[in-house]
């Protein structure tokens, strides 16, 4: 339990760095037996609270209202949860500029957009950044390759890459779409 996996070592350089930049974090990982051990290794590290959103102690419907109780009036800068929390409204998250992803959330493409559009949306100050974390060569990389390919189909099914969308319809080839992206 004391030791430092590599991949956290990465995380708790990622967070401090982050706030030494002004920029707020929200660690997200998949397995909530993760988050308590997130939540002590950033805690002990930053020596100021990194509370956790969980999705069964606060309902959907009172979230926003929990975030700017405990997070934002009292100036919280990093905060632990799983990507599902945040899947629905919660426009008060552009409190946070930065992301770590700790895990692949199940590979699905809609959980982790939502998650992204957390910070990436109207009243964001600054530039948003997202950190991926996984392990070369591992079954994590693979996990981490299907997640960006189902990301990539969904935003161009739902419109959002044109130039995807393009491609699909066969209405453009290599050469035209290249000046799009």
């Not at 929390?85 to 992301?99: D, E, I, K, M």
């Amino acid at each position: 339990a004391k030791t430092i996996l590599p991949k956290e070592r990465a995380m708790l350089d990622f967070v401090e760095a982050e706030l030494s930049a002004g920029r707020n974090v929200m660690v997200f990982c998949w397995h909530l037996n993760l988050l308590p051990r997130m939540q002590r290794l950033v805690e002990e590290r930053i020596k100021k609270p990194a509370p956790i959103l969980w999705a069964d102690k606060v309902p959907t419907a009172k979230r926003q209202a929990w975030i700017d109780e405990k997070i934002v009036r009292k100036g919280v800068r990093v905060m632990i949860l799983n990507p599902v929390c945040v899947s629905t409204g919660l426009n008060n998250l552009v409190h946070f500029a930065s992301q770590w992803h700790h895990e692949s959330p199940a590979c699905n493409a809609i959980v982790d957009r939502q998650a992204i559009g957390r910070i990436d949306r109207i009243g964001q100050k600054l530039p948003p950044k997202v950190v991926r974390a996984y392990y070369v060569d591992t079954l994590q990389e693979k996990l981490y390759d299907l997640l960006m390919a189902k990301v990539g189909i969904s935003m161009a099914t739902d419109g959002l890459d044109f130039s995807g969308a393009l491609a699909a319809a066969g209405l453009a080839d290599d050469a035209q779409l290249t000046g799009l992206s």
